[in-house]
């Protein structure tokens, strides 16, 4: 690097225009030295530069010469500067080693048309005509020649740029949005509302504020010199207009934006609404923010898409990490935070700690300059929290007083239109407004707008009247619900408190459809009456007290406005007056929401007819039905609900429980509990909702109806996961709504923007981890196994050059460098990749297929990489290769053809049949047999993956002896021929084959040796008495196994279950080994059915029963009634006393089902010299200080259980009499100090605690 500066700085003083190459070369390579990853990257892509500037040279005298041919060269230079803004952008962030992958990603897009660019020209350039027109201009001078072709360069230069730059931004942006989709998805973030919410719905308000922007303490925090004045909380009343003034700061930050060099700030914000769910958390602040930026910045995109792409899920802490990363990503950085004090219970605590805890910290470490605007009520909470940070009190600035009197004049010259006023009466209504607004915009626009709504000159003036002019914001609320609901009778006052009740309750703002629907169905009688549509609309209806919105995907459709309060105080004051009975709205919106998708219509269009209840628009309230229930019902449950409305919670619960019925299976109902049986219910309720949604649309496709448009609305493409942001909001088109599916069934993506599985993702994070294994290894793995790659791509040049210099031994060398990472040979590694030319290639030039290769960190071998890869072409080329004769001696044919049984390959198998013949039929049979048990690994033995078929080893043994098989490839050989006895000789009884299949598992194995054996070789014993099914049962699945199980019930099947009779050298019958392995219930019950002694004693005296440690053993024993419960071991213990005695950790539930049999034995002594009761042995237990905690407390479950049990009295009764004064104070302690208050009362009444 010391050359390279040297070599920079000559170049840096060549002249001014060079020193716009060469600087930010130096610029570049001084940041990028101290990372050699980011220094190796660089220093690529000027190679690649250098490269395609390699001929440009030999026109040197050419160009130099004539000025108008320098338009090529200038063409040139501005490439390279456009490279270097592009270098610049990736060096110049904060932290930039923290984003450099991401960063680095973004520019190798940015940056390819670039280079394209140049190797195009390179390519122009390099046409033999147009050098030899150069030598020719050199030699000749022809100057108007040179000039005509370097003109017609010119012009292909100039098309080439506009194509190279049009296919750049096509594949950008389609790259972007593909991203952005996942990203939208995976973070649950629709098409963000943010921007309109800067779009105010007042134009005079608009200019509001601009004081601001001169006030003292907002321009310090704007200017952020001060690390103690990087938080600013602006505070005011409720109304007063902070989220007003936050769009006017949130604009003029946007304008300072624009105006600087891009890349080199953040400007990010969040509304919080009280009445939104997506809006009132501290999570889906976070996850717009990453959404914001992402949209900013693509860097940030490809940082947030690996981040969310590689997680099970988005946890609250994996979402400020990310959020923190992205903000300080950039030297500046601006986030405005309104509303906090509308967020739920204590989600803005959360957000302020995250901002001033974690956020802050991050951008200090990484000297990212960032200011943050928190704008909230002073409500006791924020005011609390931000109290030692600079603040701006809306109700303390004059300026902002002016703002709502000029906002009042304007208001009231509109007002003059429609009512005359004198310009006197002007001025005293400005001022009567402004003075009681009490620094409150809401109170000056509702009471306004009220004024503006009047009927007549005469209503007009009475409102002005003192004594009903609104002195305060609630007395405005009560003036317009009074004239709302007296306007046209009691018709109008049922329809505006049943839409306030409903907007109120809503969990999330209601469209003006779904209120709609909500007026014409009736879920009782399972009808929708569509003539119970309003006529006017929400906003005439409701007046003042409520916001209409357009939405995002139908901005100009009434059906679909978005309907909510005016303000979070209009809320509070209808609920504080009685207008609105919450709790009871709450119940209401429960019962509907439960009977409404209880109903008929909704969960039978499986199987009935529902194209009326469509064409009726019944279904116009699914969506938030569907998505919302559970919450109104949890709203009730956790409040405090009066006595009246007792009956209407237990109407709730009937519900609730019909609900379940009606959409769940009878089964589930009764099965499931608690969590489970909720997710069972959502995802029926899903179901039928996708059944009802694909009706709807087969029949819209049919025709359209007014229904349709006044209740469903306009087409959405809807997503079907219920708690998906985007289950009500839908998509515009089907493609998006495929794209947004894909992320949920296939959400992990591939990092690396140029694989297939970058869009197309997997379902699980472990096939992605096999994926990214298999595809994108490390650079340092990719530089250790070189050879290996090559062979993996299939790069022949590669291959040869590789083997050439010796790639077998150099993969030695690293394999010895590297001991514990698996190195396979580039045979291997290309018959894995399935690159048939290049193992030919390499087969052809020495390398044996059959053995290893130069590492020995691996057995695995070319051949067997292609039985287990079915590369069955490839596997055919070595067999017929001349390295077969030497490698694939009869051992090594017998390995395979193990192998090939193994991997359930009968192709593989048939190939070694087939092609290959042994020098040693009969020694390849027994080798075949020992392979077969040798290659047993019983780690890789996983329930129900020992599967007890038996073909592939008969199609082998029916290959080598046909004649023991009929034409129909059943086994025939009788017992009395001779070869079938030399060979069942060999098979059973020297290589023992029948015990050590069952002992590894190999059921495959053990079926066909069955299936050839006949009774003597089944009975033969080698090595231990053990019977085979005392073998299978030792190495027997714990849990419920289809393979276990099977063949169980084979050896159990044996000469009428005789192996299940038969004992082991311990005197151990099968079921004294099914019990002490804790087999599964089916095992348990098939042994113990075909057991003629269920009491029989091994040599220790132990019966089953005393074997039997888990509950679930107990339990399948005792459904025998014959079991003996007082037998006694060579100890005298009963199987409870022993349980007690010998247990490490004492199975409580086992106890209880043997005291539940017999409570005697509780207090059953031992037939022993001591005569020790339980209690004598719990205690013991209980007394040991080897013992951590954790297995110390479950040692005191027995004496706790003996203490506690329904019959303590008795226990205590014979433990006094058959113990010592030592033995009772230890019980009486224990019991102290475990507090078991009526073991301590039963021993004062029996004298139990000695004097």
């Not at 147009?130 to 030598?135: D, E, G, K, T």
């Not at 990453?290 to 900013?296: C, D, P, R, S, T």
């Not at 695995?860 to 001696?889: C, K, M, N």
């Not at 009295?1209 to 009772?1224: I, M």
Request: glycine fraction near 4%; proline fraction near 3%; charged fraction near 25%.
């Amino acid at each position: 690097m010391e050359h390279v500066e040297k070599l920079v700085a000559i170049f840096l003083n060549a002249s001014d225009f060079v020193a716009f190459i060469w600087g930010p070369i130096k610029l570049a390579l001084m940041i990028a030295t101290t990372w050699t990853d980011a220094v190796r990257q660089l220093l690529d892509a000027y190679e690649e530069i250098a490269e395609a500037l390699g001929n440009l040279a030999f026109f040197h005298k050419l160009i130099q010469s004539r000025d108008h041919l320098k338009l090529v060269l200038e063409d040139y230079f501005s490439d390279i500067l456009r490279f270097h803004r592009c270098v610049l952008d990736v060096f110049s962030r904060p932290e930039w080693k923290r984003v450099f992958k991401w960063a680095w990603g973004s520019f190798r897009r940015e940056v390819k048309p670039i280079l394209e660019s140049l190797k195009r020209k390179q390519s122009l350039l390099s046409g033999d005509k147009l050098q030899s027109h150069a030598i020719l201009k050199e030699v000749q001078d022809s100057e108007k020649y040179a000039k005509d072709q370097f003109s017609n360069l010119q012009t292909s230069l100039e098309d080439i740029k506009s194509t190279l730059a049009s296919e750049q931004l096509q594949s950008k942006t389609l790259h972007a949005q593909e991203m952005k989709t996942y990203l939208e998805s995976r973070l649950d973030v629709s098409k963000s509302r943010t921007d309109l919410q800067l779009v105010s719905q007042d134009s005079i308000l608009e200019t509001s504020g601009n004081w601001i922007f001169s006030d003292p303490t907002f321009e310090s925090w704007e200017r952020g010199n001060s690390h103690d004045g990087r938080v600013l909380f602006l505070n005011g009343s409720p109304g007063s207009g902070k989220s007003t003034l936050a769009k006017t700061i949130i604009r003029r930050q946007k304008r300072k934006q624009a105006s600087e060099s891009p890349g080199r700030s953040f400007l990010t914000y969040f509304f919080f609404k009280h009445d939104a769910t997506d809006r009132r958390t501290a999570r889906s602040m976070l996850q717009h923010l990453i959404m914001q930026l992402v949209n900013a910045d693509e860097t940030i995109m490809g940082l947030a898409y690996e981040r969310s792409s590689t997680m099970e899920s988005t946890e609250l802490a994996d979402l400020k990490k990310l959020a923190s990363d992205c903000l300080t990503s950039r030297p500046m950085t601006t986030l405005v935070l309104d509303g906090l004090d509308e967020a739920i219970d204590s989600e803005h605590e959360i957000s302020i700690a995250w901002c001033l805890n974690e956020l802050l910290p991050v951008a200090n470490a990484c000297s990212c300059n960032l200011r943050i605007l928190i704008c909230g009520q002073r409500d006791g909470r924020l005011d609390v929290l931000l109290s030692s940070h600079p603040q701006i009190r809306l109700d303390m600035v004059d300026a902002h007083h002016h703002d709502i009197e000029h906002f009042t004049k304007g208001k009231v010259a509109e007002i003059h239109a429609r009512f005359p006023l004198t310009q006197q009466e002007e001025q005293a209504l400005v001022s009567k407004i402004s003075s009681a607004s009490q620094g409150m915009f809401l109170y000056a626009r509702v009471v306004l707008d009220h004024l503006a709504e009047m009927d007549s000159i005469q209503e007009f003036e009475d409102e002005l009247e003192e004594d009903t002019f609104p002195e305060d914001l609630d007395r405005a609320y009560d003036r317009i619900a009074r004239r709302i609901m007296r306007k046209q009778g009691s018709s109008r006052h049922k329809t505006v408190t049943k839409i306030l009740g409903w907007v109120i309750c809503a969990t999330r703002p209601l469209r003006w459809r779904e209120i709609q629907s909500r007026f014409c169905i009736d879920a009782d009688k399972e009808i929708c009456n569509i003539k119970h549509l309003r006529r006017d609309s929400c906003k005439s209806i409701c007046s003042s007290l409520v916001d209409v919105t357009n939405c995002d995907l139908f901005p100009n459709v009434e059906s679909e406005h978005v309907v909510s309060m005016v303000h979070e105080t209009a809320t509070k004051y209808l609920i504080r007056n009685g207008t609105v009975n919450l709790m009871q709205e709450h119940i209401d919106m429960a019962l509907f929401c439960c009977r409404y998708l209880s109903s008929k219509p909704f969960t039978t269009g499986k199987s009935h007819s529902i194209s009326a209840d469509i064409h009726s628009g019944y279904f116009g309230f699914m969506d938030y039905a569907a998505a919302h229930y559970a919450v109104h019902i949890q709203e009730v449950e956790a409040s405090e609900v009066s006595t009246d409305a007792g009956p209407k919670l237990e109407d709730i619960r009937a519900a609730t429980v019909d609900l379940t019925k009606a959409n769940c299976k009878q089964t589930l109902v009764e099965t499931e509990e608690g969590d489970q049986a909720t997710q069972c219910l959502d995802l029926a309720i899903q179901d039928n909702v996708l059944v009802v949604r694909t009706l709807i649309s087969l029949q819209r496709e049919k025709s359209e109806t007014v229904v349709f448009d006044a209740t469903e609305g306009p087409i959405r493409y809807k997503c079907h996961k219920i708690q998906c942001s985007k289950f009500a909001t839908g998509c515009s088109n089907e493609a998006a709504l495929k794209e947004h599916l894909a992320v949920h069934e296939r959400p992990f993506r591939c990092p690396h923007g140029d694989c297939f599985a970058h869009t197309v993702g997997y379902a699980s994070a472990k096939r992605l981890e096999s994926h990214n294994e298999a595809l994108h290894q490390s650079v340092s793995r990719i530089k250790s196994v070189f050879p290996n790659e090559a062979c993996k791509a299939g790069n022949f040049d590669e291959v040869k050059r590789f083997h050439r210099g010796g790639a077998e031994r150099a993969d030695l060398e690293r394999s010895l460098k590297s001991p514990r990472q698996m190195v396979i040979s580039p045979l291997c590694a290309a018959v894995e990749a399935g690159h048939g030319p290049v193992c030919k290639y390499l087969v052809d030039n020495g390398v044996n297929p059959f053995r290893v290769g130069s590492s020995r960190s691996t057995t695995r071998t070319p051949v067997i990489a292609a039985i287990y890869q079915e590369r069955q072409e490839i596997l055919e080329f070595f067999l017929h290769s001349r390295l077969s004769s030497d490698g694939l001696d009869d051992s090594t044919l017998a390995e395979n053809i193990a192998r090939a049984i193994h991997a359930d390959r009968p192709a593989a198998l048939n190939m070694f049949l087939t092609i290959r013949q042994p020098k040693d039929h009969a020694d390849v049979i027994k080798l075949v047999a020992e392979e077969i048990l040798s290659q047993i690994d019983l780690r890789l033995v996983r329930r129900n993956s020992h599967s007890i078929d038996a073909k592939l080893i008969h199609a082998w043994f029916r290959y080598v002896k046909p004649e023991f098989y009929n034409e129909k490839g059943v086994f025939t050989a009788q017992s009395d021929c001779a070869e079938y006895k030399i060979w069942g000789d060999i098979i059973f009884r020297q290589l023992d084959s029948f015990h050590r299949a069952l002992l590894g598992k190999c059921y495959s194995l053990a079926a066909f040796l069955m299936d050839i054996g006949n009774d003597e070789h089944l009975q033969i014993r080698i090595e231990g008495p053990d019977t085979p099914l005392h073998c299978c049962i030792r190495r027997i699945c714990q849990g419920d196994c289809s393979s276990c199980m099977s063949m169980v019930r084979r050896l159990l099947q044996y000469d009428g279950g005789k192996f299940a009779n038969i004992t082991d050298s311990n005197g151990s019958l099968p079921a004294h080994i099914a019990l002490s392995r804790v087999a599964s219930q089916a095992v348990l019950r098939a042994v113990l059915d075909n057991t003629g002694d269920i009491n029989h004693r091994e040599n220790s005296g132990q019966s089953p029963l005393h074997k039997a440690k888990s509950a679930r053993s107990i339990h399948v024993l005792l459904e025998n009634r014959s079991v003996d419960l007082f037998s006694r071991d060579n100890r005298g213990q009963t199987a409870f006393s022993a349980l007690v005695d010998h247990s490490f950790v004492i199975d409580l539930e086992a106890l209880e089902y043997l005291f539940e049999a017999d409570p005697r034995l509780a207090w059953t002594p031992d037939k022993s010299e001591d005569g020790l009761m339980p209690l004598h042995h719990a205690m013991k237990l209980s007394e040991s200080r080897q013992l951590d905690s954790y297995n110390l407390q479950s040692r005191t479950r027995a004496a706790k259980f003996l203490l506690t049990c329904s019959e303590v009295k008795r226990v205590l009764v014979e433990f006094r009499a058959k113990s010592t004064d030592t033995d009772r104070r230890k019980v009486g302690d224990f019991a102290r100090k475990e507090m078991l208050q009526e073991a301590l009362d039963i021993m004062d009444s029996i004298g139990f605690n000695p004097i």
